[in-house]
Protein backbone atom coordinates (compact mmCIF):
# COMPACT_ATOMS: atom_id res chain seq x y z
CA UNK A 1 0.00 0.00 0.00
CA UNK A 2 1.33 3.31 -0.69
CA UNK A 3 2.13 5.95 1.88
CA UNK A 4 -0.47 8.25 0.35
CA UNK A 5 -3.08 5.52 0.16
CA UNK A 6 -2.25 4.32 3.81
CA UNK A 7 -2.52 7.96 5.12
CA UNK A 8 -5.65 8.72 3.19
CA UNK A 9 -6.88 5.48 4.93
CA UNK A 10 -5.89 6.66 8.29
CA UNK A 11 -7.40 9.73 8.12
CA UNK A 12 -10.60 8.37 7.68
CA UNK A 13 -9.84 6.09 10.51
CA UNK A 14 -11.06 2.82 8.45
CA UNK A 15 -8.08 1.07 9.95
CA UNK A 16 -8.73 -0.69 13.44
CA UNK A 17 -6.32 -3.38 13.11
CA UNK A 18 -2.21 -3.16 12.90
CA UNK A 19 -0.76 -2.28 9.36
CA UNK A 20 1.77 -4.78 7.87
CA UNK A 21 5.23 -4.39 9.68
CA UNK A 22 6.64 -1.05 7.91
CA UNK A 23 10.44 -2.46 8.07
CA UNK A 24 11.00 -5.80 7.20
CA UNK A 25 13.80 -5.48 4.47
CA UNK A 26 12.77 -8.15 2.51
CA UNK A 27 9.59 -6.43 1.28
CA UNK A 28 11.95 -3.29 0.48
CA UNK A 29 15.25 -5.41 -1.26
CA UNK A 30 15.54 -3.59 -4.51
CA UNK A 31 14.30 0.21 -5.53
CA UNK A 32 16.09 -0.27 -8.90
CA UNK A 33 13.23 -2.82 -10.05
CA UNK A 34 11.01 -1.37 -12.86
CA UNK A 35 7.77 -0.30 -12.02
CA UNK A 36 4.34 -0.42 -13.75
CA UNK A 37 3.32 3.33 -13.26
CA UNK A 38 5.12 6.04 -13.61
CA UNK A 39 8.28 7.59 -11.67
CA UNK A 40 6.07 10.42 -9.33
CA UNK A 41 7.94 13.27 -9.12
CA UNK A 42 9.34 15.00 -5.85
CA UNK A 43 10.39 18.45 -4.92
CA UNK A 44 13.82 16.93 -4.52
CA UNK A 45 13.53 14.99 -7.74
CA UNK A 46 12.57 11.86 -8.95
CA UNK A 47 13.46 8.15 -9.70
CA UNK A 48 16.66 8.02 -11.59
CA UNK A 49 17.46 4.96 -14.43
CA UNK A 50 20.50 3.19 -13.04
CA UNK A 51 22.11 3.18 -16.72
CA UNK A 52 22.04 7.65 -16.60
CA UNK A 53 24.16 7.15 -13.06
CA UNK A 54 27.33 8.51 -13.38
CA UNK A 55 28.37 8.65 -9.74
CA UNK A 56 27.72 6.58 -6.38
CA UNK A 57 27.75 7.84 -3.32
CA UNK A 58 28.43 5.40 -0.22
CA UNK A 59 26.73 6.62 2.96
CA UNK A 60 27.13 4.76 6.15
CA UNK A 61 24.95 4.05 8.83
CA UNK A 62 25.65 3.68 12.65
CA UNK A 63 24.12 2.70 15.55
CA UNK A 64 25.11 6.63 17.20
CA UNK A 65 22.66 7.49 14.92
CA UNK A 66 24.58 9.34 12.25
CA UNK A 67 25.22 9.13 8.28
CA UNK A 68 28.88 9.04 7.10
CA UNK A 69 28.61 11.85 5.31
CA UNK A 70 26.52 14.26 6.62
CA UNK A 71 26.25 16.12 3.71
CA UNK A 72 26.37 15.68 -0.52
CA UNK A 73 26.61 17.82 -2.73
CA UNK A 74 24.88 17.06 -6.25
CA UNK A 75 24.82 19.39 -9.55
CA UNK A 76 21.69 20.08 -10.44
CA UNK A 77 20.17 17.16 -13.19
CA UNK A 78 22.50 14.58 -11.86
CA UNK A 79 21.47 10.87 -11.04
CA UNK A 80 23.12 9.39 -8.77
CA UNK A 81 23.44 6.01 -7.00
CA UNK A 82 23.21 6.12 -3.12
CA UNK A 83 24.89 3.27 -1.37
CA UNK A 84 23.65 2.86 1.93
CA UNK A 85 25.58 0.80 4.27
CA UNK A 86 24.55 -0.12 7.70
CA UNK A 87 27.38 -0.42 9.69
CA UNK A 88 25.49 -0.81 12.71
CA UNK A 89 23.64 -3.93 14.87
CA UNK A 90 20.09 -2.63 14.51
CA UNK A 91 17.83 -1.98 10.92
CA UNK A 92 18.11 1.44 9.72
CA UNK A 93 16.87 3.68 6.69
CA UNK A 94 17.64 6.29 4.30
CA UNK A 95 14.72 8.13 3.51
CA UNK A 96 15.14 11.56 0.63
CA UNK A 97 13.04 14.59 1.15
CA UNK A 98 12.70 18.22 1.77
CA UNK A 99 13.16 19.01 5.98
CA UNK A 100 9.37 19.31 6.12
CA UNK A 101 8.55 16.09 4.40
CA UNK A 102 10.58 14.16 6.53
CA UNK A 103 9.41 15.56 9.88
CA UNK A 104 5.72 15.02 9.17
CA UNK A 105 7.17 11.36 7.67
CA UNK A 106 9.19 10.75 11.00
CA UNK A 107 6.24 11.39 13.33
CA UNK A 108 3.32 9.10 11.29
CA UNK A 109 6.26 6.65 12.13
CA UNK A 110 5.78 7.42 15.76
CA UNK A 111 2.07 6.79 15.37
CA UNK A 112 1.88 3.94 13.20
CA UNK A 113 5.12 2.45 13.51
CA UNK A 114 3.83 -0.44 11.42
CA UNK A 115 2.87 1.23 8.66
CA UNK A 116 3.99 -0.75 5.11
CA UNK A 117 5.76 2.14 2.36
CA UNK A 118 7.83 1.32 -0.42
CA UNK A 119 9.56 4.35 -2.19
CA UNK A 120 11.96 4.97 -4.97
CA UNK A 121 13.29 7.75 -2.48
CA UNK A 122 13.83 4.89 0.47
CA UNK A 123 15.87 2.19 1.71
CA UNK A 124 15.39 0.10 4.17
CA UNK A 125 18.97 -2.02 5.22
CA UNK A 126 19.45 -4.56 7.74
CA UNK A 127 22.55 -4.62 9.93
CA UNK A 128 25.79 -5.41 8.22
CA UNK A 129 23.76 -4.94 4.57
CA UNK A 130 23.53 -2.38 1.99
CA UNK A 131 20.42 -0.61 0.36
CA UNK A 132 20.31 1.24 -2.45
CA UNK A 133 18.16 4.08 -4.05
CA UNK A 134 19.00 5.69 -8.06
CA UNK A 135 18.00 9.22 -7.68
CA UNK A 136 17.83 12.30 -10.41
CA UNK A 137 17.93 15.39 -8.84
CA UNK A 138 16.16 17.79 -10.82
CA UNK A 139 15.21 20.21 -8.74
CA UNK A 140 18.27 23.15 -7.26
CA UNK A 141 17.77 23.47 -3.92
CA UNK A 142 18.55 22.11 -0.06
CA UNK A 143 17.05 18.80 1.04
CA UNK A 144 17.53 16.20 3.76
CA UNK A 145 18.30 12.13 4.06
CA UNK A 146 17.39 11.08 6.96
CA UNK A 147 16.29 7.25 9.44
CA UNK A 148 12.62 7.76 10.36
CA UNK A 149 12.21 4.74 12.23
CA UNK A 150 11.53 5.86 15.57
CA UNK A 151 13.64 7.33 18.03
CA UNK A 152 16.10 7.32 15.20
CA UNK A 153 15.35 11.02 13.51
CA UNK A 154 15.04 12.19 17.26
CA UNK A 155 18.70 11.15 17.47
CA UNK A 156 19.53 13.76 15.12
CA UNK A 157 20.06 10.79 12.20
CA UNK A 158 20.00 13.37 9.76
CA UNK A 159 21.99 14.22 6.56
CA UNK A 160 21.85 17.46 4.32
CA UNK A 161 21.99 17.34 0.42
CA UNK A 162 22.61 20.58 -1.51
CA UNK A 163 21.41 20.57 -5.52
CA UNK A 164 22.94 23.12 -7.53
Known amino acids: MSTALNTFILSLGLLSLPLAQAHAP ?16 KD ?6 L ?7 EIRMTDDMRFAPMAIQVKLGETVRLVA ?3 GKVLHEIVIGTP ?6 A ?7 GME ?4 YMAHVDPGQKGTIVW ?6 NFEFACLIPGHFEAGMIGHIVVK
Not at 26 to 41: F, V, Y
Not at 107 to 113: A, D, G, I, V
Open 26 to 41: AAHQNHLAKSASPAEQ
Open 44 to 49: WGIAGD
Open 51 to 57: KKAKRTI
Open 85 to 87: VNA
Open 100 to 105: QELKAH
Open 107 to 113: EMMKKHP
Open 117 to 120: HDEP
Open 136 to 141: TFNRAG
